[in-house]
Nanobody
C-alpha cells in the first residue's frame, strides 16, 4: 500500500500561484503513475495532471500552459506548480498513485491509492 500526504494548498487571489506537494511513503517506490485530481462542490472529480514512471506527463486542457507536474524519484514526491490561478481552479486537490502499469492519465482506474486532499481557494 502507498500512503500519500498532500500539502501546499491555501487561499490566493486570481492570478496568483501555488505549489502543491505530495509525499508518497510505504510502498511508494512501487508507484507507476502519480497524478493530481481535483473536485469542486457539486462537480465530479477530474484529472488535472499526471506523470508516469519515466517522466511522461499528461495534462487536462484547463491546466495546459499554467500547471506543471514534476516528480522527485529519490524522495517519492510529486509537485504541482500552479500559476495564473483563477476562481475556476478552486477545489479540493487530491494526489493519486497507481501501483500497476497502466496509462497515466485522467482515468481513475489507473490509480490504486489516494491522499486526503488539500484545499485550493482562488478569489476574484
Amino acid at each position: 500500500q502507498v500512503q500519500l500526504v498532500e500539502s501546499g494548498g491555501g487561499s490566493v487571489e486570481s492570478g496568483g500561484s501555488l505549489r502543491l506537494t505530495c509525499e508518497a511513503s510505504g510502498e511508494g517506490y512501487l508507484t507507476y503513475c502519480l497524478g493530481w485530481f481535483r473536485q469542486s462542490p457539486g462537480k465530479g472529480r477530474e484529472g488535472v495532471a499526471h506523470i508516469g514512471r519515466h517522466g511522461l506527463t499528461n495534462y487536462d486542457d484547463s491546466a495546459k500552459g499554467r500547471f506543471t507536474i514534476s516528480r522527485d524519484y529519490v524522495k517519492n514526491t510529486i509537485f504541482l506548480e500552479m500559476t495564473s490561478l483563477n476562481p475556476e481552479d478552486t477545489a479540493m486537490y487530491y494526489c493519486a498513485a497507481g501501483r500497476y502499469q497502466r496509462p497515466c492519465g485522467p482515468d481513475e482506474s489507473s490509480y490504486t491509492d489516494w491522499g486526503q486532499g488539500t484545499q485550493v481557494t482562488v478569489s476574484s
